[in-house]
């Protein structure tokens, strides 16, 4: 079993920043791509970002300049340093991870509970 936690939403003026938080633990053989989603009540999920285990980095264009991701393999735990928030950010962010119990074993997707971000005035 792996547990996934989340921490670091919270509510935030329009330009400031917050930093997310995901750490997992317990049977991890490899702990692979992480990526960041977003969702807004009524919409689709939102993939935001993500990071491969070789550290190369993805964004969505909205996110771009403002959000970075990056990942501590010691701590098995991913980050999202996100500047200049705007209203648009506003959502529930879950993170999310492909993760493998051993070598011979298929890769495992896994999600957190997901952190409220609200930026608001």
């Known amino acids: 079993q792996v547990q996934v936690v989340e921490s670091g939403g919270g509510l935030v003026q329009p330009g400031g920043s917050l930093t997310l938080s995901c750490t997992f633990s317990?049977?991890?053989?490899?702990?692979?791509?992480v990526d960041w989603y977003r969702q807004i009540p009524g919409k689709q999920r939102e993939w935001v970002t993500s990071?491969?285990?070789?550290?190369?980095?993805s964004y969505i264009n909205s996110v771009k300049g403002r959000f970075t991701i990056s990942r501590d393999n010691a701590k098995r735990t991913v980050y999202l340093q996100m500047n200049s928030l705007q209203f648009e950010d506003t959502a529930v962010y879950y993170c999310?991870?492909?993760?493998?119990?051993?070598?011979?074993?298929?890769?495992?997707?896994?999600w957190g509970q997901g952190t409220q971000v609200t930026v608001s005035s």
């Open positions: 317990g049977n991890i053989f490899s702990l692979n791509t």
């Open positions: 990071i491969t285990s070789e550290r190369i980095q």
């Open positions: 999310h991870a492909q993760i493998k119990h051993g070598l011979m074993t298929p890769m495992m997707d896994y």
